[in-house]
C-alpha cells in the first residue's frame, strides 16, 4: 500500500514544453507539500496546500502552478520548462498544518529539461 | 532567512565505526527533525526533537537538540553498511509546517 504516490518517476523532456507531475496520498491527511531536491541533493520547499487552500509559496517561478482538487491530490503544472527546472521534485504530506508533524515523502519524480 | 548548516557533507567509513554529524544554524527553531533518505526514494523521518537540551536515542543512533534550539546532532554507534544513506537534518518555526532543511550528509558504510 503506497502512502504517497507520485506520477510519472521519471520525465525526460524538452526545453519549453509543459508537463505535469500528479501527487495523490490515501493517508487521509489534511496538508500537501511539493518540493525540490537539486543536484547537490538540497531539499527546499515550493508549495504547500491545506485542504486544498495555498498556504505556503515560496518564491517559486510563476511558471509552476499547483493545483489541489481535492484533499488526497496535489498537482504540479510546470509551463515553459527551462534547463534549471531539471531536478527531483517530491510530494509530501502530514496530517495536520502543524508544527511538528510527520511529513510523509513520496518516491519523487526525476525531471530532466534537455 | 534561516538557514541551517550541516556537517560533514560527505563520510565515508568502516562498519563498527562511531560518527557524528552536525546541523548548526544562527537561528531558534521549534523543533528539529532528522531524515534518511535512501537512493531512489524520498526523505524518511527519523526522529523530531522538540525541546533544548533533548536527547532522543533509536538503537544505535543519538539525536541531541542543543539547549538554545540552534544546533542538533546526530551520533551513530558502530555503523553498518545498512546505515548508508542520505542524512537530513530540517528545522521547523512559524504556524506553516514549513521545514527548512540543511545541505545534507552523505554517509558511506563499508563492510
Known amino acids: 500500500d503506497t502512502a504517497v504516490s507520485q506520477t510519472p518517476k521519471y520525465l525526460v523532456t524538452q526545453m519549453g514544453n509543459d508537463k505535469s507531475i500528479k501527487c495523490e496520498q490515501n493517508?487521509?491527511?489534511?496538508?500537501m507539500y511539493w518540493y525540490k531536491q537539486d543536484s547537490k541533493k538540497f531539499l527546499k520547499i515550493m508549495f504547500s496546500?491545506?485542504?486544498?487552500?495555498?498556504?505556503i509559496n515560496e518564491t517559486v517561478p510563476n511558471r509552476f502552478s499547483p493545483k489541489s482538487p481535492d484533499k488526497a491530490h496535489l498537482n504540479l503544472h510546470i509551463n515553459s520548462l527551462e534547463l534549471g527546472d531539471s531536478a527531483v521534485y517530491f510530494c509530501?504530506?502530514?496530517?495536520?498544518?502543524?508544527?511538528?508533524?510527520?511529513?510523509?515523502f513520496g518516491p519523487g519524480t526525476r525531471l530532466l529539461v534537455l | 532567512t534561516q538557514l541551517l548548516e550541516q556537517s560533514p557533507q560527505f563520510l565515508s567509513i568502516q562498519e563498527g565505526e562511531n560518527l557524528t554529524v552536525y546541523c548548526n544554524s544562527s537561528s531558534v527553531f521549534s523543533s528539529l527533525q532528522w531524515y534518511r533518505q535512501e537512493p531512489g526514494e524520498g526523505p524518511v523521518l527519523l526522529v523530531t526533537?522538540?525541546?533544548?537540551?533533548e536527547v532522543k536515542k533509536l538503537k544505535r543512533l543519538t539525536f541531541q537538540f542543543g539547549d538554545a534550539r540552534k544546533d542538533s546532532s546526530l551520533h551513530i554507534t558502530a555503523a553498518q553498511p545498512g546505515d548508508t544513506g542520505l542524512y537530513l537534518c530540517?528545522?521547523?518555526?512559524?504556524?506553516?509546517?514549513?521545514?527548512?532543511f540543511g545541505q545534507g550528509t552523505t554517509l558511506q558504510v563499508k563492510p
Open positions: 496546500y491545506n485542504n486544498k487552500e495555498l498556504i
Open positions: 509530501a504530506s502530514s496530517r495536520l498544518l502543524i508544527l511538528q508533524e510527520t511529513q510523509y
Open positions: 493517508l487521509g491527511h489534511d496538508t
Open positions: 530540517a528545522g521547523t518555526s512559524g504556524n506553516t509546517g514549513k521545514l527548512i
Open positions: 526533537v522538540v525541546t533544548g537540551g
